[in-house]
């Protein structure tokens, strides 16, 4: 069956599946006998492989199916969880990444077999208790056995195809098969009591049946299970060429069903069935307690009936109907979509702004126009507000990846290391958080390998021999901060300097006069690595530069503050939204140009007396701290219309600790504004950083103030 | 080859004029052509790049054809036209006409392609030149017009 149009979905429940496995073994470490945890795991186990035998990715199911039978056999209680268990699993875990990242990029999962993985984990299985293994093979073949020899009637419950009622035609279209030597099968799919979208799962049933065969007619209609009209279980009657296995198996690879059973159908006989299997419906449960024990999960009226006879096997399955998280009702949304739903706010904004300033020229500015474009304006802000959230994400589903990869670290470094995250609900754009990873990680490797010096130095130094670092997110004001911080040993700025000379990047001189916040900086220079020794984790020289102008591109900043023998602390600052930001209009000779509000620190009022030379560059002291002027007509080669005696007037504006102030002619005011690129095509100038379309249609400059301090 | 079987083509050129001479922009580049309006000046970048204008909500970079072929710079008369060309590389951009004068339809006979040695520097900004009943039309190869001076 063609399934490339479910690709995007495996790839994206996938990745979701294996974050979750990642975080669950994670605490199964901490805590080994947690039921739920290793439920969860189970539940994750068993979810991938039925999806990547759904998309016929047989290499990963195979890896799935065998840990999958671990956690089974965890669960049941036949095997303790492990130090090497847990490492085996890990390895398992990224196998399966790569798998994944195969799949992405060339829809193809790849050649690699994994058999040593497979191997290790057969391992765990024989070498925990082979005998409990046996034992349930043997049980699941003996319900297997009965499932298929069982006489019809005994076990109607499980199979309800019996009681689906033939009309004439189908009875007609029936023969005419089994006349051209064609087999029919009855079957009964039932889908997991978890499953959300039932009717979904159940098309892809009939696709995947539909391969081996024709499907004649379904219980309920196949209307019916498209409006997912019905319980846990549907019936069909399949007309095939191929053995039963066959199309059981295709049934029972969709992922998130249950079970399926079948049987080759005796036209005559269902006809005889039909009427007395329907009346025995409600007694069904308790005959099913003979059904192979992945059936009791889901079957939730047989669970009373069914405890006793499945004992503690059963009391475990139990528990996780019970504590199922519960599920969001959400819909996934292509980003792409809501990209166009953002342009299309924008361009409201926009008209709302021509609005208002068309209004104001025409003179109908009545109270009652005022009173809508007020309205207008509330409204427009609330659903930029609304549009803005939907795409937020948690940082959760990059950063929960962190603690396994300080874990590895930890064994890599040899370093004792504890990681703190807190504040992971905190929201950002979707294409932010996307991006974000990679910085953080380089930080957060930064921080295991250069901070935090090794347990014996610790000790000496009288802190804790484990290490900590910590990962701390919050939302403040229109920002929100990421920070890494660790309780290492701090930068050591003489070194810095050293092996900047050293480098090249600076001559001694400089260095005698740099300060310590200007030693740190060369930190992010590129091409600049203190490690001695270039180790598999960081010191390639491209850390830190790279993290720089990533987090820069999302128009963030960086801030670094460190205590030597204390440790340091990465700050990074990102702006909640990308797209429409607060401004401050500005006038220069007669064009206009836009600062963004976010990097504003005050306005003054300058009297070209106050103004003073230093190093003969312009400065200004407002309350006690020296701020260097920047003239903007100058830089953006206008003539200022203002009288060279008349007040400057100053937008101070900040760079992390630095200030700088730029002097303009005329203040218009503060707007909503929505940035455009001005593309590919004018990159040159890098002081500006966008273009804006006013109310009356004209285009004004957005300036970078992070560029020209 | 390719002289064979471009026989009987035929491609469609607009006509603009910049100062006496005419020009032929393919029409299949063409996004739109628009009445001069206000150009907001970019600062730091080259001459010939205008500045930026608002279509309809999107900001398009301008840019004179004039001042990056030689000419002398554009003087703003009624005639004046943008014309917004759709290229693959550069994105959306306009260019600056003294007039769009019609549409020709010229077959692929009528055209006589430029020869590579023979560029000189004016010659560099065009493909070819087209023959029909009002007189010859200088065919713009867009690429070379469009793209950033190094």
Known sequence: ?709 | MEELKAVGETTQFIVIKLGDEQYGIDIKYIDNIVRMQHITRVPKVDDYLKGVINLRGEVIPVMSIRIKMGLEPDVETKATRIIILKLEQQGTIGVIVDEVKEVVTLDNDQIERIAYDSKDDKDSFLCGIGKCDGGLISLLDLNSVVIENV
């Open chain 1, 1 to 709: 069956m063609d399934v490339s149009q479910y690709l995007e979905i495996f790839l994206d429940e996938t990745n979701e599946h294996l974050q979750n496995l990642n975080t669950q073994i994670l605490s199964l470490e901490q805590e080994p006998d947690n039921m739920d945890t290793i439920n969860e795991i189970f539940r994750a186990a068993h979810s991938l492989k039925g999806m990547a035998g759904t998309m016929g990715y047989k290499r990963m199911q195979n890896l799935t199916h065998d840990m999958e039978n671990v956690f089974s056999e965890v669960r049941n209680g036949n095997i303790t969880v492990k130090a090497n268990m847990i490492d085996v699993l890990f390895q398992c875990l990224d196998a399966l990444e790569e798998y994944n990242a195969n799949i992405r990029e060339n829809a193809d999962e790849g050649t690699n077999d994994n058999e040593p993985l497979i191997k290790q984990l057969n391992d765990i299985l024989n070498g925990g208790d082979g005998d409990a293994e046996e034992e349930e093979e043997a049980a699941a073949d003996q319900s297997e056995g009965e499932a298929v020899a069982a006489e019809p009637a005994a076990d109607a419950g499980d199979r309800k195809w019996l009681s689906i009622n033939l009309g004439d035609t189908e009875k007609h279209v029936l023969k005419e098969a089994l006349s051209q030597g064609k087999n029919v099968y009855g079957l009964t799919v039932k889908v997991q009591e978890s499953c959300i979208l039932k009717a979904a799962r159940a098309f892809l049933v009939f696709k995947a049946v539909e391969e081996y065969g024709e499907i004649v007619l379904s219980s309920p209609s196949a209307q019916d299970i498209e409006d997912e009209k019905f319980e846990l279980d549907f019936s069909l009657i399949v007309i095939s060429d191929a053995e039963i296995d066959k199309v059981l198996g295709a049934a029972k690879s969709v992922s998130e069903i249950e079970d399926a059973i079948g049987d080759v159908l005796d036209i005559n006989r269902a006809e005889a069935a039909a009427p007395a299997a329907k009346p025995e419906q409600p007694s069904q449960p308790v005959e099913q307690t003979t059904a192979p024990a992945v059936a009791a999960a889901s079957a939730a009226p047989a669970a009373p009936a069914a405890k006793p006879a499945a004992k503690g096997k059963k009391k475990d399955e139990k528990k996780p109907a019970a504590s199922k998280p519960v599920v969001n009702r959400t819909v996934r949304v292509d980003i792409e979509k809501l990209d166009t739903l953002m342009n299309l706010v924008s361009e409201l904004i926009i008209a709302k702004n021509s609005l208002v300033s068309a209004a104001a020229a025409s003179g109908t500015s009545s109270a009652a126009v005022n009173e809508q474009i007020e309205y207008l304006e509330n409204t427009t802000t609330s659903l930029h507000e609304s549009v803005m959230k939907v795409r937020m994400v948690p940082i959760e589903s990059t950063v929960s990846k962190f603690p396994r990869m300080v874990r590895d670290l930890q064994k890599t470094l040899g370093k004792k290391m504890e990681l703190y995250m807190s504040g992971e609900e905190t929201e950002l754009d979707r294409t932010v958080v996307d991006e974000i990873g990679d910085p953080l990680m380089h930080l957060l490797r930064n921080s295991a390998d250069h901070g935090l010096e090794s347990a014996e130095v610790r000790k000496e130094r009288g802190k804790p021999e484990v290490g900590s670092i910590f990962l701390e997110a919050y939302q403040d004001g229109n920002n929100v901060v990421i920070e890494v911080r660790d309780d290492g040993n701090g930068i050591d700025t003489e070194a810095v300097r050293n092996k900047a000379i050293e480098k090249g990047i600076i001559t001694p001189e400089q260095a005698e006069n740099m300060s310590e916040k200007e030693s740190i900086d060369l930190l992010f220079h590129a091409g600049f690595s203190t490690a001695k020794v270039v180790s598999d984790v960081s010191g390639r020289g491209v850390g830190l530069d790279v993290v720089k102008s990533k987090i820069e591109a999302l128009s963030g900043e960086v801030e670094v503050k460190s205590k030597l023998g204390e440790g340091s602390s990465w700050i990074i600052r990102l702006p909640l939204t990308l797209a429409i930001i607060q401004a401050l209009m500005v006038e220069i000779g007669d064009e206009k140009y836009a600062i963004s509000l976010g990097s504003i620190q005050t306005i003054e009022d300058i009297s070209p007396d106050d103004v003073e030379l230093v190093q003969n560059k312009e400065v200004i002291q407002i309350r006690d701290s020296v701020i260097s002027l920047i003239r903007l007509n100058e830089i953006l080669d206008i003539d200022s219309k203002k009288d060279p005696k008349d007040n400057l007037v100053v937008v101070v504006v900040k760079k992390g600790d630095k200030l700088a102030g730029l002097v303009v002619d005329e203040l218009i005011g503060q707007q909503e504004i929505v940035i455009k690129s001005l593309g590919k095509y004018i990159s040159k100038c890098k002081i500006i950083s966008g273009a804006t379309v006013l109310g009356d249609g004209e285009v004004a400059l957005i300036l970078d103030a992070n560029t020209l301090i």
